[in-house]
Each structure stands twice: as structure tokens, then as C-alpha cells.
């Protein structure tokens, strides 16, 4: 059963442009860099994502998300706790975030 996985950043106000766009670009680029420990296959099924665009205004101060989609709960603990690639982005983005939201969910599952 798929499992979807929201990130949502909050940039700090005074990180420079390029950076918040290094930043989006390795969490885009994830889905390329995330190898299953086994098979040596990327195992992340879909990633999306880009700057907030809502004209509801009510993002609470997220600037930018991502979606990703894993096939199986395996697969998403795997990328959390022990992915090289993922734990290599947290370590590079966690000192220019102000605030992050994460939200998983099941399709289906209410």
C-alpha cells in the first residue's frame, strides 16, 4: 500500500536566493540520489515539488513542499532513518529552515 510523504519548509527570511535554491534542488533531485540497500534501485515512486503558490494565504509560513511517494512502509523507514542521500540533505538544510512540517498518509486510510 502506498505511503505518501509531505515535507514542508520554512525558509530562514535572510537565507540568500541561491541557497534556498540549492536547497529545493537537492530535495527535488532525492528520488535520483536514493538507492534501496538491496536491489541498488532508486525506490522512491514519485516526488514532486516546488514554492508555495496558494493564493489562500494560508501556508503558515511554509515557503516551499515536496511530496514523495513510497510503495511500502519498509521503504519509507528505510529512507527516515538510514538512507545516505536523505540523511546527507537533513544535514545540510536543518541550519537554514526556520520551521518543518512533516504529514504522512495512506490514501484510503481516514
Known amino acids: ?14 537565507l540568500p536566493l541561491d541557497e534556498v535554491k540549492a536547497a529545493c ?9 536514493c538507492f534501496h540497500p538491496d536491489t541498488k534501485a532508486t525506490y522512491m ?3 514532486a515539488g516546488g514554492k508555495d503558490n496558494s493564493p489562500e494565504g494560508l501556508a503558515n509560513g511554509f ?14 523507514k528505510y529512507y527516515l532513518e538510514s538512507d545516505p542521500a536523505h540523511l546527507a540533505f ?3 538544510v536543518k541550519d537554514k529552515v526556520d520551521k518543518v512540517q512533516v504529514l504522512d498518509f495512506t ?3 481516514f
Open 1 to 14: 500500500m502506498a505511503i505518501y510523504h509531505i515535507l514542508m519548509l520554512k525558509f530562514k527570511a535572510l
Open 25 to 33: 534542488e537537492a530535495a527535488a533531485t532525492l528520488g535520483e540520489r
Open 45 to 47: 515512486k514519485t516526488l
Open 63 to 76: 515557503t516551499h513542499c515536496f511530496v514523495a511517494k513510497f510503495e511500502s512502509e519498509e521503504d519509507r
Open 90 to 92: 537533513i544535514a545540510t
Open 107 to 109: 490514501p484510503g486510510v
